[in-house]
């Protein structure tokens, strides 16, 4: 009887552990689509090498 309980126990484990991963999982995507579609939407920036240290980076705005 004690080696049934404990499979139970393991099975119901799993299976709690499987829908928090699914959430966790479900949450994150959504966060993704988001980000890539915000990402998808803002106007492409043209970079500006900086002579000095010669990385590329975005024009500064003056104002």
Do not use: C
């Not at 009887?1 to 709690?16: K, N, P």
């Not at 999982?25 to 803002?42: G, P």
């Amino acid at each position: 009887m004690g080696a049934f309980l404990t499979f139970v126990g393991v099975v119901v484990a799993i299976f709690l552990w499987w829908r928090r991963f699914n959430r966790t999982h479900t949450t994150v995507m959504s966060a993704l689509k988001r980000a890539e579609t915000s990402l998808q939407k803002r106007a492409p920036q043209t970079l500006e090498k900086d002579p000095k240290t010669g990385v590329y980076r975005a024009p500064r705005r003056e104002g």
